[in-house]
């Protein structure tokens, strides 16, 4: 019998803890605590101690599938690879879209963009960061010239106050929400604002229930409150800002004070004030913020206001302070620096720029050069463009993502990916999203493969391979490569280790430049921006200046707008989805893990005692919920903790398929879904009579 210990990243949220995999006769049997990490210091969630349970779960894809008709065969992987080679070859570079995964490795994530780019020389390359922080890449660039979270995780702990707005921390970040509760226990004040009495509100001072789809009202009301108590920071504001002027008048209008304000949200004004006093007179004040923010028609918005009462206050720059935009998925950051978007290559260069286009082109040597220096679809446009009768796009390879559970509008995903004249899916479980494609490629998971991903805080770690993939599968590079090969590049994807890929990954994305496959393989990682090889990395930005080339921070006048699909009469209820602290979205992974699918294993919806007794709905009743565009059955669940009026349903079960439908694509710079507001009405369920 031999027993090891590998230490790795736990695969799924963005925290990025480490932990140890127990292996086992070639089996990962369990895990176990790995202290030396700053991030997690031997503390995992419920998903990371369980996540030995989804690696060996029997039914791991471990051979190449390949549809006949209606039915999927079996096939290995030289005639799978040469089928797909000899497919992807037949179209012309804009009828083809290839879609990356933010559950993947750095590596893996960098060939499938120089696959995308060089081999398949298309344009039209993302990944699901659209759906989750397009609204913060673009409001805090704007804002700061860079769109990355601020501070770092164990830096929350030193913060005076917290305010917690759109991020339910303690369950979606919950070893970020330890740095809160160490904070509190030191005395600092925690704040959060959210329409539902979440875990992280418990561990608050003061709980603002708010509507959803007020954010701005609220953040400008404080912000007026402030100023006009004279809280602000006069000092950082004029050394280091522009446009405070035109964001002071704004705020100071009479529609934002507390009263007004505080009713339109459906808050009292006090707590409006106090917050405003607590956030002012801080000496070190952070935001935690989340899809709450990001996920509605006004996102932009919603990210340039945070970003306006944290220069207001001078929070920029120092230990204890920042705007913390927690990230998703475990490398949704990494996805992003390595270029995985239709805009931007590595290290966020505009595809547009010719001098990195050049530089790209000569460092890959493709004799037949890359894509076209023109930004291509982003995953929204590319389902809307396969609406048309005939799309121009024609064929997609999507690399771990499952878009029918997870894009708004599941009916046109299907519709879309049916339309495909071929479709390459590449996921370690069968999803739901297989069941469209003609090819179906075995991936390793994170327990099988060497590389790195980088969490919310920018911190470049390590995964580590610990046991053999199951069956004939492969790891996401591996299989890139490959097929690289068969289609005549053979060359340009020559590495002998996953090292290698990550040393070409560093010397094109500058805020890696500085990186090491030594430096980053110890406990923490290194965080970027690591420019020099003598630098040891940067876990707080902007102490001295901004990213933008004159070092300033840029205030953005907002005002408050309306949700798109506000109730009325006939749909009276405000709709919400989000997570359960035991689910990792749409579930292919936690799903398989008894301990946790033991917990939770079907959707449901949260309503207010009040409203349900008004409905005559009772806990555990099935009841019908309606949209404007659709209904679905489940049962209720009759919980306190829900604002009077609203409801919610967790995103990880395949009812919310249908609870998808319902919610209202895009706004249109970032073209993100409104996920968080839709309008609804519900019932008790009555079976039709005859
Ligand atoms: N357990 C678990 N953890 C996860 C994930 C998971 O699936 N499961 N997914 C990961 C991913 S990809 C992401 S993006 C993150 C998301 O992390 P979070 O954003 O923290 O998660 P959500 O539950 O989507 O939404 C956060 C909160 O926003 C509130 N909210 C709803 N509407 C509004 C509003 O209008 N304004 C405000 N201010 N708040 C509102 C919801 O009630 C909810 O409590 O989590 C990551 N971590
Ligand atoms: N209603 C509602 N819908 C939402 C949201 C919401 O708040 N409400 N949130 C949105 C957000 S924030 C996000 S990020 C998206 C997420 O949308 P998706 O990215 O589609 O969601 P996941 O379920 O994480 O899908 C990832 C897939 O990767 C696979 N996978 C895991 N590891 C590997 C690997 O190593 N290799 C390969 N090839 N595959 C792997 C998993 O099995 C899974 O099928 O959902 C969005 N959808
Ligand atoms: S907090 Fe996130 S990274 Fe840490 S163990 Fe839980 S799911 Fe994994
Ligand atoms: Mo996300």
Same mark, same amino acid.
């Given at each position: 019998?031999?027993?090891?210990?590998?230490?790795?990243?736990?695969?799924?949220?963005?925290?990025?803890?480490?932990?140890?995999?127990?292996?086992?006769?070639?089996?990962?049997?369990?895990?176990?605590?790995?202290?030396?990490?700053?991030?997690?210091?031997?503390?995992?969630?419920?998903?990371?101690?369980?996540?030995?349970?989804?690696?060996?779960?029997?039914?791991?894809?471990?051979?190449?599938?390949?549809?006949?008709?209606?039915?999927?065969?079996?096939?290995?992987?030289?005639?799978?690879?040469?089928?797909?080679?000899?497919?992807?070859?037949?179209?012309?570079?804009?009828?083809?879209?290839?879609?990356?995964?933010?559950?993947?490795?750095?590596?893996?994530?960098?060939?499938?963009?120089?696959?995308?780019?060089?081999?398949?020389?298309?344009?039209?390359?993302?990944?699901?960061?659209?759906?989750?922080?397009?609204?913060?890449?673009?409001?805090?660039?704007?804002?700061?010239?860079?769109?990355?979270?601020?501070?770092?995780?164990?830096?929350?702990?030193?913060?005076?106050?917290?305010?917690?707005?759109?991020?339910?921390?303690?369950?979606?970040?919950?070893?970020?929400?330890?740095?809160?509760?160490?904070?509190?226990?030191?005395?600092?004040?925690?704040?959060?604002?959210?329409?539902?009495?979440?875990?992280?509100?418990?561990?608050?001072?003061?709980?603002?229930?708010?509507?959803?789809?007020?954010?701005?009202?609220?953040?400008?009301?404080?912000?007026?409150?402030?100023?006009?108590?004279?809280?602000?920071?006069?000092?950082?504001?004029?050394?280091?800002?522009?446009?405070?002027?035109?964001?002071?008048?704004?705020?100071?209008?009479?529609?934002?004070?507390?009263?007004?304000?505080?009713?339109?949200?459906?808050?009292?004004?006090?707590?409006?004030?106090?917050?405003?006093?607590?956030?002012?007179?801080?000496?070190?004040?952070?935001?935690?913020?989340?899809?709450?923010?990001?996920?509605?028609?006004?996102?932009?918005?919603?990210?340039?206001?945070?970003?306006?009462?944290?220069?207001?206050?001078?929070?920029?720059?120092? /230990?204890? !302070?920042?705007?913390? *935009?927690? &990230?998703?998925?475990?490398?949704?950051? @990494?996805?992003? =620096?390595?270029? $995985?978007? +239709?805009?931007?290559?590595?290290?966020?260069? /505009?595809? !547009?720029?010719?001098? *990195?286009? &050049?530089?790209?082109?000569?460092?890959? @040597?493709?004799? =037949?050069?890359? $894509?076209? +220096?023109?930004?291509?679809?982003?995953?929204?446009?590319?389902?809307?463009?396969?609406?048309?009768?005939?799309?121009?796009?024609?064929?997609?390879?999507?690399?771990?993502?499952?878009?029918?559970?997870?894009?708004?509008?599941?009916?046109?995903?299907?519709?879309?990916?049916?339309?495909?004249?071929?479709?390459?899916?590449?996921?370690?479980?069968?999803?739901?999203?297989?069941?469209?494609?003609?090819?179906?490629?075995?991936?390793?998971?994170?327990?099988?493969?060497?590389?790195?991903?980088?969490?919310?805080?920018?911190?470049?770690?390590?995964?580590?391979?610990?046991?053999?993939?199951?069956?004939?599968?492969?790891?996401?590079?591996?299989?890139?490569?490959?097929?690289?090969?068969?289609?005549?590049?053979?060359?340009?994807?020559?590495?002998?280790?996953?090292?290698?890929?990550?040393?070409?990954?560093?010397?094109?994305?500058?805020?890696?430049?500085?990186?090491?496959?030594?430096?980053?393989?110890?406990?923490?990682?290194?965080?970027?921006?690591?420019?020099?090889?003598?630098?040891?990395?940067?876990?707080?930005?902007?102490?001295?200046?901004?990213?933008?080339?004159?070092?300033?921070?840029?205030?953005?006048?907002?005002?408050?707008?309306?949700?798109?699909?506000?109730?009325?009469?006939?749909?009276?209820?405000?709709?919400?989805?989000?997570?359960?602290?035991?689910?990792?979205?749409?579930?292919?992974?936690?799903?398989?893990?008894?301990?946790?699918?033991?917990?939770?294993?079907?959707?449901?919806?949260?309503?207010?005692?009040?409203?349900?007794?008004?409905?005559?709905?009772?806990?555990?009743?099935?009841?019908?919920?309606?949209?404007?565009?659709?209904?679905?059955?489940?049962?209720?669940?009759?919980?306190?903790?829900?604002?009077?009026?609203?409801?919610?349903?967790?995103?990880?079960?395949?009812?919310?398929?249908?609870?998808?439908?319902?919610?209202?694509?895009?706004?249109?710079?970032?073209?993100?879904?409104?996920?968080?507001?839709?309008?609804?009405?519900?019932?008790?369920?009555?079976?039709?009579?005859?």
């Amino acid at each position: 019998m031999t027993f090891t210990q590998i230490t790795t990243t736990c695969p799924y949220c963005s925290t990025g803890c480490s932990l140890n995999l127990m292996v086992e006769n070639g089996k990962v049997i369990g895990t176990a605590p790995y202290y030396r990490s700053p991030v997690n210091e031997g503390r995992l969630c419920q998903k990371g101690t369980y996540c030995h349970q989804f690696i060996s779960n029997p039914d791991r894809l471990k051979k190449p599938l390949l549809r006949k008709g209606d039915i999927f065969y079996e096939t290995d992987w030289d005639a799978a690879l040469d089928f797909i080679a000899k497919k992807l070859s037949s179209y012309k570079p804009d009828e083809l879209a290839l879609l990356t995964s933010a559950r993947c490795s750095n590596e893996d994530n960098y060939l499938a963009m120089k696959f995308a780019r060089g081999v398949l020389k298309t344009r039209h390359i993302d990944h699901c960061a659209r759906l989750c922080h397009s609204a913060t890449m673009v409001g805090l660039f704007l804002a700061f010239g860079c769109n990355a979270m601020t501070n770092s995780i164990p830096d929350i702990s030193e913060s005076d106050c917290i305010l917690c707005l759109g991020s339910n921390t303690l369950e979606q970040h919950p070893l970020v929400g330890r740095q809160i509760i160490k904070a509190r226990s030191r005395g600092a004040h925690v704040i959060t604002a959210d329409p539902r009495f979440t875990p992280t509100a418990v561990q608050s001072d003061l709980f603002i229930q708010f509507y959803s789809g007020s954010d701005v009202l609220l953040l400008n009301s404080i912000m007026g409150e402030i100023i006009r108590n004279n809280w602000h920071d006069e000092s950082f504001i004029t050394e280091r800002t522009s446009h405070f002027e035109a964001v002071k008048k704004v705020v100071l209008q009479r529609r934002y004070n507390p009263e007004i304000a505080g009713d339109l949200c459906g808050v009292s004004p006090d707590l409006i004030r106090k917050t405003a006093e607590w956030i002012g007179k801080a000496d070190k004040c952070t935001i935690l913020y989340a899809m709450g923010i990001t996920q509605q028609t006004t996102g932009i918005d919603n990210v340039k206001s945070i970003a306006n009462l944290m220069m207001l206050t001078g929070n920029i720059g120092r /230990p204890g !302070t920042g705007v913390n *935009a927690l &990230r998703g998925q475990n490398n949704v950051q @990494g996805a992003c =620096d390595v270029g $995985c978007l +239709p805009n931007l290559f590595p290290g966020y260069k /505009p595809v !547009t720029d010719g001098t *990195a286009h &050049r530089k790209l082109s000569k460092l890959w @040597g493709f004799p =037949d050069g890359i $894509c076209e +220096p023109h930004e291509g679809y982003d995953i929204n446009i590319m389902f809307e463009h396969l609406r048309s009768a005939s799309p121009d796009i024609k064929a997609m390879y999507l690399i771990g993502e499952n878009p029918v559970v997870s894009e708004p509008n599941p009916a046109i995903i299907i519709d879309g990916l049916k339309k495909l004249d071929f479709l390459v899916v590449q996921d370690i479980f069968f999803t739901e999203t297989c069941q469209y494609a003609d090819v179906v490629l075995p991936a390793a998971c994170f327990a099988e493969k060497d590389g790195t991903q980088t969490n919310t805080e920018r911190r470049v770690q390590r995964i580590r391979k610990a046991v053999d993939p199951p069956g004939e599968s492969k790891s996401d590079y591996e299989i890139i490569t490959a097929l690289a090969s068969k289609m005549g590049y053979g060359e340009q994807f020559k590495y002998t280790s996953v090292k290698d890929i990550f040393e070409e990954m560093c010397s094109v994305i500058p805020q890696y430049q500085g990186m090491t496959w030594d430096k980053i393989d110890k406990p923490g990682g290194v965080c970027w921006p690591c420019e020099e090889l003598d630098q040891p990395g940067t876990p707080i930005l902007y102490s001295e200046h901004f990213a933008h080339p004159d070092g300033k921070g840029v205030f953005y006048p907002v005002e408050w707008k309306e949700p798109s699909d506000l109730p009325d009469k006939n749909f009276p209820f405000r709709l919400t989805t989000g997570r359960l602290i035991w689910h990792m979205q749409s579930g292919t992974m936690t799903r398989r893990c008894k301990n946790l699918n033991d917990e939770v294993h079907e959707g449901y919806l949260e309503i207010n005692p009040e409203d349900a007794k008004r409905l005559k709905i009772r806990n555990e009743d099935l009841i019908t919920v309606s949209f404007r565009k659709g209904s679905l059955v489940c049962k209720a669940r009759v919980i306190q903790d829900i604002k009077v009026g609203t409801a919610f349903i967790p995103l990880h079960f395949i009812e919310r398929v249908t609870a998808n439908l319902a919610l209202n694509s895009s706004e249109p710079l970032p073209y993100i879904s409104e996920y968080k507001v839709a309008a609804i009405s519900i019932k008790k369920f009555q079976v039709e009579k005859r």
